[in-house]
T-cell receptor, first 110, second 118 residues
């Protein structure tokens, strides 16, 4: 059974204070690891898909990295508008739908 | 990316009643997924909706409680039947990316339907 664990559950940062969110996973065969952003009352917004260990992807202040056991979402010099819940999910071999972690609620204070 | 709309965006319902949620996609897709997000929780897959065949349900979810229709390649409905307060959740539909919805490298979500059961 695919499993995804995210930490921390919640993170409060000052504007400009860089940090990382962690996503640990177990999956029989990884087809992709997904990161989403979810704002209150809205559906998840797709950010990245990573496929193999060592891969990195960037979007504005966000950079996602992947190892064989975990992924990190690095947030560089965050701004208040980066406040949201960040969700990690995996797609395993033979599966077509995602298995999600419980998310990290990020709050960036001005 | 696919543009997905859901109706209603929110509803407040009485115990014992049923609500049908609609999901419309702006392009034809092979599969559509229905997820539930309970308050403060992450997303849990309810079922996969296939056009022209029965939906495939995940463990813990049954057709009598969550009947699904998929009449064509751009539309699906999820009904939450005989509702109880425990059914209060956000219900989300999702589709794969790529032409025809055949790329699982991206998966896109609708805005969700926020259901409150009293």
């Amino acid at each position: 059974e695919d499993q995804v664990t995210q930490s921390p559950e919640a993170l409060r940062l000052q504007e400009g204070e860089s940090s990382s969110l962690n996503c640990s996973y177990t999956v029989s065969g990884l087809r992709g690891l997904f990161w989403y952003r979810q704002d209150p009352g809205k559906g998840p917004e797709f950010l990245f898909t990573l496929y193999s260990a060592g891969e990195e992807k960037e979007k504005e202040r966000l950079k996602a990295t992947l190892t064989k056991k975990e992924s990190f979402l690095h947030i560089t010099a965050p701004k208040p508008e980066d406040s949201a819940t960040y969700l990690c999910a995996v797609l395993g071999v033979g599966r077509r739908a995602l298995t999600f972690g419980s998310g990290t609620r990020l709050q960036v204070q001005p | 990316s696919a543009v997905i709309s859901q109706k209603p965006s929110r509803d407040i319902c009485q115990r014992g009643t049923s609500l049908t949620i609609q999901c419309q996609v702006d392009s034809q897709v092979t599969m559509m997924f229905w997820y539930r997000q309970q308050p403060g929780q992450s997303l849990t897959l309810i079922a996969t909706a296939n056009q022209g065949s029965e939906a495939t349900y995940e463990s813990g979810f049954v057709i009598d409680k969550f009947p699904i229709s998929r009449p064509n390649l751009t539309f699906s409905t999820l009904t939450v039947s005989n509702m109880s307060p425990e059914d209060s959740s956000i219900y989300l539909c999702s589709v794969p990316g790529g032409a025809g919805g055949n790329s699982y490298n991206e998966q896109f979500f609708g805005p969700g339907t926020r259901l409150t059961v009293l």
